[in-house]
């Protein structure tokens, strides 16, 4: 909870964007003391050493990814800082399989321990909007407490989706978290995060309807097949976009839904300029986790000169900045985290778990997201948090489900 709301809470530094990864001190301290909170959390020193996190592929996969961003500090143009955000990276991983990934003691409910964090950034938001709009509010979207409207709407999107599938969690307080829903959808809409706004609504709209299917019809063979057809459908379309195989008229379609132009508001010009200089890397094996976008001076220095806009701190694409600075070899780590994702996800549809539903929507959420934002092994950043968070949930094997106290 305390990371979830570290990670966006930003009043007296809203100039300043925290998709950098944490280069304020401060903040790079705060995440060692939550690291190593973790690690203790999960590792008992009695007679000998025992970890209570449970190995299976999610933490096998997430485990190879680490020492791999690890190793690209050998190769990295700024391999310092690479070093220093791989470990921050390693740190936040520990964090979500600490919470959710221990063999004891598991929390009675995911939608619970981001509904606290959630719930009480928005409100704060809303009563900073209120007390000092001219700081809050800009020109192109609400940002509320965040440092700027995209990572406002990101806050918006994830509370939507706990809200509404929290309230079918619970029979008490239902009516709060409908209440608290409806904010959620009225501070996405102020944002004017239209990819937020895009991605939260299909991920809602394809969740809810294996629950409507679920209750109409009781054949879990065949929602599950159902399940598996669309999850594959997703990513076919993402990799279809995303290698720009799918253009003409669909492409242009899909870029007004986004309510943006064909550029997307220059976004396309930007990814231009990261394939023109992803040729100086290694194509394999990437240009070092985390040491391109590193400020003026950096490597992304001269393509900041190029872009019309400036320094812009990423690459508003995810898949583009995993190649960037991973390579091929960071796109297969992808590729093969989404599949473990999408095969726990599965599972989790077939136990019957209230949770999945959440877990779904949030799945096809973030793989849409990343196709103009950049968020997938993105340091410290919010929705790595949460996509990580829960990733580890879905993996582990889950002797409790939460229920209302009589």
């Known amino acids: 909870m305390v990371a979830i709301f570290f990670s966006l809470f930003s009043i007296g530094a809203g100039d300043k964007a925290q998709s950098d990864g944490g280069s304020n001190l401060i903040r790079q301290m705060a995440w060692v003391a939550i690291g190593l909170v973790s690690f203790f959390r999960c590792v008992s020193f009695r007679r000998y050493i025992k970890f209570d996190v449970q190995f299976n592929a999610a933490w096998f996969l997430s485990a190879l990814l680490l020492a791999y961003c690890l190793l690209s500090t050998l190769w990295s143009a700024i391999p310092d800082v690479?070093?220093?955000?791989?470990?921050?990276?390693?740190?936040?991983?520990?964090?979500?399989?600490?919470?959710?990934?221990?063999?004891?003691?598991?929390?009675?409910?995911?939608?619970?321990?981001?509904?606290?964090?959630?719930?009480?950034?928005?409100?704060?938001?809303?009563?900073?909007?209120?007390?000092?709009p001219s700081v809050a509010i800009t020109s192109i979207g609400w940002r509320g407490v965040t440092s700027f409207k995209n990572e406002f709407g990101q806050l918006c999107a994830i509370a939507l989706l706990v809200f509404c599938f929290f309230s079918l969690e619970v029979t008490r307080h239902r009516l709060l978290m409908l209440l608290m829903a409806f904010l959620s959808f009225f501070g996405l809409i102020m944002s004017q995060s239209s990819t937020c706004a895009v991605a939260v609504v299909v991920g809602l709209l394809v969740s809810g309807g294996f629950l409507a299917a679920r209750k109409l019809f009781h054949n879990s063979k065949g929602s599950i097949l159902l399940l598996f057809l669309v999850i594959v459908f997703c990513l076919l379309l993402l990799t279809l976009l995303v290698s720009g195989l799918v253009g003409g008229d669909f492409q242009g379609q899909f870029f007004q839904l986004l309510g943006k132009s064909s550029t997307l508001t220059g976004r396309t010009k930007l990814w231009t300029l990261i394939w023109d200089n992803a040729r100086w890397n290694n194509a394999w094996l990437g240009g070092g986790y985390g040491g391109f976008w590193n400020g003026l001076g950096s490597p992304?220095?001269?393509?900041?000169?190029?872009?019309?806009?400036?320094?812009?701190?990423?690459?508003?694409?995810?898949?583009?900045?995993?190649?960037?600075?991973?390579?091929?070899?960071?796109?297969?780590?992808?590729?093969?985290?989404?599949?473990?994702?999408?095969?726990?996800?599965?599972?989790?549809?077939?136990?019957?778990?209230?949770?999945?539903?959440?877990?779904?929507?949030?799945?096809?959420?973030?793989?849409?997201?990343?196709?103009?934002?950049?968020?997938?092994?993105r340091l410290v950043?919010?929705?790595?948090?949460?996509?990580?968070?829960?990733?580890?949930r879905v993996a582990a094997n889950q002797r409790v489900s939460f229920h209302d106290k009589k």
Not at 346 to 362: D, N, T
Not at 364 to 377: D, Q, V
Not at 381 to 392: G, H, P, Q, R
Request: charged share 10%; proline share 3%; hydrophobic share 55%.
């Open 300 to 377: 992304a220095n001269f393509t900041s000169y190029r872009f019309p806009a400036g320094y812009v701190g990423q690459a508003h694409n995810g898949y583009l900045d995993v190649y960037n600075d991973l390579g091929y070899v960071g796109l297969s780590f992808l590729i093969a985290i989404l599949s473990v994702y999408a095969f726990f996800v599965i599972r989790q549809f077939r136990e019957g778990k209230p949770e999945f539903y959440y877990h779904l929507a949030f799945f096809i959420y973030i793989i849409l997201e990343n196709y103009a934002e950049s968020t997938f092994f």
């Open 381 to 392: 950043s919010f929705l790595n948090i949460v996509f990580f968070a829960s990733l580890a």
């Open 82 to 132: 690479t070093f220093k955000r791989a470990v921050l990276f390693s740190l936040m991983i520990f964090l979500c399989f600490a919470t959710f990934g221990k063999k004891s003691t598991n929390p009675y409910s995911f939608l619970v321990v981001m509904a606290w964090p959630l719930g009480v950034l928005l409100i704060l938001s809303f009563f900073y909007t209120a007390v000092l």
